[in-house]
């Protein structure tokens, strides 16, 4: 049975992520966090003269593109050593997380936007309303690594709201 959640006055109490900071948010609400956009998942490349830092359109190995959800989030760690685990300091100082990533939105104090599971309700809305790699991202399996330059993007529009 779900527990009742207090009303006091009439007023609905505001969402954790409007009142808790990212250290203060419990495991579960960590992950809900995620809207599932799989747009973390696309490799960049940096160039070594400059650090630029610039993004493709090829998703990691693991990347379910259909789901936009790693395949493997459990060992995720151990099949891609060089994925990122994302922490309060990584959301804070990573430079390329996307302006739409749930995570940034609510450290920027930005709340969370309509397509955002966690406001729709829906986890369909974040590709319904274009945020996600669905249909946008391949697969990074079978392309040579000195090929990657060929899927570079100016950029993936934002869709912000
Ligand atoms: S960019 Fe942010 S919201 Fe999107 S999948 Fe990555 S962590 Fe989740
Ligand atoms: S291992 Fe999973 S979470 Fe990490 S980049 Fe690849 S698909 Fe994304």
Same mark, same amino acid.
């Given at each position: 049975?779900?527990?009742?959640?207090?009303?006091?006055?009439?007023?609905?109490?505001?969402?954790?992520?409007?009142?808790?900071? %990212?250290?203060?948010?419990?495991?579960?609400?960590?992950?809900?966090?995620?809207?599932?956009?799989?747009?973390?998942? $696309?490799?960049? $490349?940096?160039?070594?003269?400059? /650090?630029?830092?610039? %993004?493709?359109?090829?998703?990691?190995?693991?990347?379910?593109?259909?789901?936009?959800?790693?395949?493997?989030?459990?060992?995720?760690?151990?099949?891609?050593?060089?994925?990122?685990? %994302?922490?309060?300091?990584?959301?804070?100082? $990573?430079?390329?997380?996307?302006?739409?990533?749930?995570?940034?939105?609510?450290?920027?104090?930005?709340?969370?936007?309509?397509? *955002?599971?966690?406001?729709?309700?829906?986890?369909?809305?974040? *590709?319904?309303?274009?945020?996600?790699?669905? /249909?946008?991202?391949?697969?990074?399996?079978?392309?040579?690594?000195?090929?990657?330059?060929?899927?570079?993007?100016?950029?993936?529009?934002?869709?912000?709201?």
């Amino acid at each position: 049975m779900r527990e009742r959640v207090k009303i006091k006055d009439g007023v609905e109490p505001k969402p954790f992520w409007e009142t808790k900071t %990212l250290e203060e948010m419990t495991a579960a609400e960590w992950e809900s966090l995620c809207d599932g956009c799989g747009r973390c998942c $696309l490799n960049k $490349l940096e160039d070594e003269d400059t /650090g630029e830092i610039v %993004l493709t359109r090829l998703a990691c190995a693991l990347l379910d593109i259909g789901k936009c959800r790693c395949s493997d989030y459990a060992n995720r760690f151990d099949k891609m050593p060089d994925c990122i685990n %994302l922490t309060p300091e990584k959301v804070r100082t $990573l430079k390329w997380l996307p302006a739409t990533c749930g995570y940034r939105r609510v450290k920027e104090g930005r709340g969370l936007a309509w397509w *955002h599971p966690l406001i729709s309700g829906d986890p369909e809305t974040v *590709h319904q309303a274009g945020i996600s790699v669905r /249909g946008f991202a391949r697969s990074e399996k079978g392309v040579r690594a000195d090929n990657f330059v060929r899927y570079i993007i100016s950029d993936f529009e934002d869709g912000e709201s």
